[in-house]
């Protein structure tokens, strides 16, 4: 970091950018992705943040105390030009292209790109840079390490499909946040040989004999009553409803996750 108080990038696609600094504090936050506005507030900067979408649901208070200016992937440009933020957090994979790129000839934004556990704690510890907060983010993200640290690695990988869709039937594959934690946890991902979050057949996923089917709770609402349509599929493996929000939130929600994923593995 350089003297001034922040240094914002905005990366492209291909992670080439441009840098654009400041003399002053970021003062009104507008949020782009959920659990970056969740670490915002656990960084104190509750007062600070003007703007979020309407995924942002924690803490519970943050769309009553910003304007909700949208989806991830659907901004409303008017509503964020009337907030005049001073910075914008969005992320490479939650928004898109297009949009963070109009709001970035006239705002500061900084993009974050994550696919595992260190770059969600690289994250944690420059947002916390960006906002006059490094003390607080540097401690979270300590705080994060030891308990992924004391998460102890479990042989053998147990053969595991996890689901984040239905209809079409869509997986966590390789070069994604929650294969990475699934690693962590003693779960080896039968779909690592494909990419990102592919769409795949019953009988794909019967080909890879899964001993465990996990079931998100997000972004599709996997409940108990799909439970019998996956066990049909797969008559031999484990099928089980899994928080989402534990396995995909890359913010100050990984303070619970490695304690999860331990009780989740445990349990098998």
Sequence with gaps: MSNPFYQLVYHTATQSGKSVESEKSAVRIVSLVPSQTELLFDLGLGERVVGVTKFCIHPAEAR?????????????????????????????????????????????????????????????????QLTGTADRANALAAEIAQSFASLAAVRPLLPTAYFIWRKPYMVAATDTFI??????????????????????????????????????????????????????????????????????????????????????????
């Design 64 to 128: 009553q105390r910003a304007v909700v200016v949208g989806g991830t992937k659907s901004f409303d440009f008017e509503k964020i030009a009337a907030l005049q933020p001073d910075l914008i957090l969005g992320n490479k994979e939650e928004n898109y292209r297009e949009g963070i790129e109009q709001l970035a000839t006239s705002y500061p934004v900084w993009i974050s790109d994550i696919a595992t556990l260190p770059d969600a704690l690289v994250m944690i510890r420059q947002v916390g």
């Design 179 to 268: 294969n990475d934690l699934l690693g962590r946890a003693g779960f080896a991902n039968v779909f690592a040989n494909q990419t990102r979050y592919p769409e795949i057949t019953p009988a794909q996923l019967a080909a890879t004999q899964p001993q465990q089917i996990l079931l998100s709770s997000e972004p599709y609402p996997f409940r108990e009553k799909h439970l019998e349509e996956f066990r049909a599929l797969c008559p031999t493996a484990t099928v089980r409803l899994v928080d989402g929000e534990l396995f995909s939130w890359y913010g100050s929600r990984l303070r619970h996750s490695a304690a999860y994923l331990r009780q989740l593995r445990d349990s098998c």
